[in-house]
């Protein structure tokens, strides 16, 4: 009879010393976290999950969140949470132009596609936010919102 059981393993399999988990976000390509941004609501999601993990007692989780470039902070470490900042694609012209005109087309009740739906756009964002989390070696990468 076979013991169906999870292993036990005595060495780490990444090879490292310490026993924390790094996690790093990648956040909608949207919007910025941390909040307050006007709107935002998994941005505000981002933000909880991240803080909340931080925050645990033992210092079990190293947490990175990267997202768009924040208006009023920069890069940094708040509330135990590591922020790094991805530009929004190859072009931030183009994100620039396309959210004007996505403003423009909500104001005028007619139909269009988020950025997020986008996918020229979503692809430069999360292949940049993507490549800056691997640097930092995570063992889980969550993806918010990215299409």
């Keep these: 009879m076979s013991d169906l059981s999870a292993p036990t393993l005595d060495v780490d399999p990444a090879g490292r010393s310490e026993e924390r ?3 790093g976000f990648l956040a909608q390509e949207n919007l910025p976290v941390p909040p307050p941004v006007p709107g935002g609501s998994i941005a505000r999601i981002v933000y909880h999950l991240a803080r909340d993990l931080a925050a645990v007692p033992d210092g079990r989780f190293e947490v990175t969140v990267c997202s768009l470039r924040h208006p009023g902070l920069p890069e940094g470490t708040r509330e135990g949470v590591r922020y790094l900042f ?3 694609g190859a072009d931030p012209r183009r994100h620039a132009a396309y ?6 087309l909500r ?3 007619l139909p269009h596609r988020e950025l997020q739906g986008i996918r020229l756009y979503a692809h430069g964002y999360a292949s940049a936010g993507l490549r800056c989390l691997a640097e930092l070696d995570p063992d889980i990468v969550h993806l918010q919102n990215v299409s």
């Design 21 to 23: 988990i790094r996690i």
């Design 86 to 88: 991805v530009e929004p």
């Design 99 to 104: 959210s004007q005109l996505v403003r423009g």
């Design 107 to 109: 104001r005028l009740d």
